[in-house]
């Protein structure tokens, strides 16, 4: 499915690559602030994650795909988006695509290199019960399953319409218990080590959820 066909997130002609996908992250901005700060968390998070693995070769490709992930999500309702309620099977369908969007956006711009697999790929599982293709183990592009690791953190740890955030060590235990089914289990692991850079990064709140696929 081509999702690109839709003038309200339409630039124009003369923009390309770069340029064209920073139009793109500043309509985000303006259509959804919330989901383009959690980009923006989900990157920060990203490169103290990949710097701690010690992959350098991937820094910069990882913390720019962690950046653009939800780069599909322009196309999606601010009612979807804000939801309190269980979501339809049509809103979930919307949601579900969000990564392919993103992928096809930025193949349109003609970004190259690995940025564009990372956002195709950042709900896939480690057990291949992810979306949108169900790959699993190393099947997932690195840098896809670290962002998932990344993006499932964010949300944990900040509050959303749908959900109250957890505090740190809350998140944390989450992280474990979804570790080798949901995420990389290295990935997680090397999370753990982080816990210090993470009450640093956020605010110790309290709450308990359970969701964290959106």
């Known amino acids: 499915m081509n999702l690109l066909h839709n003038h309200r997130i339409w630039p124009g002609k003369g923009k390309s690559s770069e340029p064209l996908v920073g139009w793109w992250m500043k309509r985000l901005r303006e259509h ?3 989901t383009y700060d959690h980009c923006v968390r989900v990157a920060l998070l990203a ?3 990949v710097t701690a693995l010690g992959h350098e070769e991937h820094r910069l490709s ?3 795909g962690c950046f653009l992930h939800d780069l599909g999500k322009i196309y999606i309702s601010l009612e979807t988006l804000d939801s309190t309620s269980k979501l339809s099977d049509e809103e979930w369908e919307q949601i579900r695509l969000h990564p392919v969007a993103g992928y096809q956006l930025l193949q349109f711009a003609g970004l190259a290199g690995e940025v564009p697999s990372y956002v195709l790929h950042h ?3 480690w057990d291949g019960r992810g979306y949108p293709y169900g790959l699993r183990g190393e099947e997932i592009p ?3 399953r670290l962002c998932a690791v990344s993006d499932a953190l964010d949300c944990m740890l900040t509050h959303r319409p ?3 955030s957890m505090n740190v060590d809350q998140a944390l235990i989450e ?3 979804n570790a080798g089914t949901q995420f990389d289990e290295q990935i997680v692991q090397t999370v753990f080590n982080l816990s210090d850079e993470l009450y640093r990064m956020y605010a110790l709140k309290l709450g308990a959820t ?3 696929e959106r």
Request: aromatic share 8%; glycine share 4%; no cysteine.
């Open 32 to 34: 959804h602030l919330q």
């Open 47 to 49: 490169d103290k994650i």
């Open 62 to 64: 990882i913390i720019n």
């Open 123 to 125: 709900h896939e599982r």
């Open 142 to 144: 690195f840098g896809a």
């Open 162 to 164: 749908y959900q109250r």
């Open 175 to 177: 992280l474990q218990k």
């Open 210 to 212: 359970q969701s964290i």
